[in-house]
């Protein structure tokens, strides 16, 4: 009789110490710049990412690991008789849950559970550490991957971008869109519905008085939002703007646990420096 083992992607955004104290496996998605592929969080810094990007005036291509590699991660957990927990990138954004369908299909290990989490960076991250303590709770493979899956559309992710540029040069955004709203200093709230991302307020303004909107705009939702933790979450910033978002969310006096983390590769690909989320599963 083998564990369970809780598996996630690069995307979910997860620190190191998170991963460590919840043995959370990761398989990293890939970064592509002149023609090379780098493991996300692991080849690359998201720094490297932005002056690449900004050098050529275009983002890097992202891509999902391939089957071969995701049969490598699987394959010792067979071996081992584990059940696997796959949390992944929403699919509408990425083929990386169903590489791992696939992967397990062919080395034919039925013990794979895949949940498509329709979300991206720690919204995925909220599902994943949910379901590591239900298995520390003693939760069987079949009740975490039933608890988790119900829930999924109670995770609530939004993000403030600082420019639309770098959606735009990934296709996820229309280019005159975003040359308009740069023009106009606007600094959009995109929020994952569905597995999908849409654009919400638009704000404008200077960065820390945007994100101060951006909270207390949420501020119903906070003090009705499952109170076990919260993310803070965003990609290469000054922390100066990052610090009064956290003492916000600190003076709701609310949540057991804040928890700040900084967006990996692929999400900084598609949305650039400068992004920050606040995200939590609603109650």
């Given at each position: ?47 490297e ?10 983002t890097?291509?992202?891509a ?22 796959y ?31 329709m ?39 939004s ?12 296709g ?19 929020e ?40 803070v ?15 916000y ?35």
């Amino acid at each position: 009789m083998g564990k369970i083992v809780i598996m996630t992607d690069s995307t979910a955004d997860l620190s190191r110490d998170l991963l460590d104290k919840y043995n959370i496996e990761v398989i990293p998605l890939y970064i592509i710049m002149d023609d090379k592929s780098y493991s996300d969080g692991i080849d690359v810094t998201a720094e490297e990412i932005i002056a690449w990007s900004d050098a050529h005036k275009t983002t890097p291509k992202t891509a999902a690991a391939g089957i071969e590699e995701a049969i490598e991660y699987l394959k010792p957990h067979k071996e081992a008789g584990d059940d696997v927990i796959y949390i992944g990138i929403s699919e509408d954004m990425s083929t990386t849950c169903n590489v791992i369908r696939l992967a397990a299909a062919d080395i034919e290990y039925d013990r794979v559970f895949v949940i498509n989490s329709m979300n991206l960076s720690t919204g995925i991250g909220l599902q994943v550490i949910r379901a590591a303590e239900m298995l520390q709770d003693g939760k069987t493979t079949e009740e975490i991957y039933e608890a988790i899956d119900a829930a999924r559309d109670k995770v609530r992710a939004s993000f403030v971008v600082d420019t639309l540029t770098f959606l735009a040069r990934g296709g996820r955004c229309n280019a005159v869109t975003a040359l308009l709203a740069n023009t106009l200093k606007l600094k959009p709230r995109i929020e994952v519905k569905m597995g999908k991302m849409g654009v919400g307020t638009k704000y404008r303004g200077k960065t820390n008085k945007v994100l101060k909107a951006y909270v207390e705009d949420m501020r119903e939702d906070l003090l009705k939002a499952d109170k076990k933790r919260v993310f803070v979450t965003h990609s290469v910033m000054d922390h100066q703007y990052v610090e009064p978002v956290i003492e916000y969310l600190k003076e709701l006096n609310y949540f057991d646990e804040i928890l700040e983390t900084q967006a990996g590769g692929v999400i900084t690909s598609h949305c650039g420096p400068a992004t920050l989320g606040v995200l939590f599963y609603d109650s």
